[in-house]
T-cell receptor, first 113, second 115 residues
């Protein structure tokens, strides 16, 4: 079946360093790629997204890149802060309406002060 | 703006019992989703509604799971009978379209433990 692989499963960085999380998707029809942050006891919250007609998108300390040919997309967090510690999920869907949304397994990010 | 509301927040049942979860989406959101999130995994889509019609229920175990969204607003997800492997967090999300992009807003989830 369709799949989204996410790496690493755990990532520990020092405050101020950068963090990179990578995902690979299998469904070539996927054209919308959101990233979510999930804190303990809460539902996932959208932090940034990218469509297939764009190669890169940036929002302050967060950026996402997409290589549609290779079916890879990545999340980059610069100048990490302790409050960035959470579980991050990538996802892929068909259209921007969430159709056939498939999530990665998640990356637990620890930012050490 | 109030977020997606879910109840109950926690539920403990024995296997073979029945359980129901309730979701109240953000006002005006036409699309509603139910996800199952097993510990240590990403959410898995169970069913997607557009107003009160089903858009996608291909991953819903229909022999034991059912969901409805009467009047296109609130939704309930039911499990009957429950199995041990149904232990998970059940997330409800709703979405609306803005600027050509549809953003999903998630509720806090209902944590189910089946003993």
């Amino acid at each position: 079946g369709e799949n989204v692989e996410q790496h690493p499963s755990t990532l520990s960085v020092q405050e101020g360093d950068s963090a990179v999380i990578k995902c690979t998707y299998s469904d070539s029809a996927s054209n919308y790629f959101p990233w979510y942050k999930q804190e303990l006891g809460k539902g996932p919250q959208l932090i940034i997204d990218i469509r297939s007609n764009v190669g890169e998108k940036k929002d302050q300390r967060i950026a996402v890149t997409l290589n549609k040919t290779a079916k890879h997309f990545s999340l980059h967090i610069t100048e990490t802060q302790p409050e960035d510690s959470a579980v991050y999920f990538c996802a892929a869907s068909i259209g921007s309406g969430g159709f056939k949304t498939i999530f990665g397994a998640g990356t637990r990010l620890f930012v050490k002060a | 703006e109030a977020g997606v509301a879910q109840s109950p927040r926690y539920k403990i049942i024995e296997k073979r019992q029945s359980v129901a979860f309730w979701c109240n989406p953000i006002s005006g959101h036409a699309t509603l989703y139910w996800y199952q999130q097993i510990l240590g995994q990403g959410p898995k889509l169970l069913i997607q509604f557009q107003n009160n019609g089903v858009v996608d229920d291909s991953q819903l175990p229909k022999d034991r799971f059912s969901a409805e969204r009467l009047k296109g607003v609130d939704s309930t997800l039911k499990i009957q009978p429950a199995k041990l492997e149904d232990s998970a967090v059940y997330l409800c999300a709703s979405s609306t379209t803005s600027g050509g992009t549809e953003t999903q807003y998630f509720g806090p989830g209902t944590r189910l433990l089946v003993l």
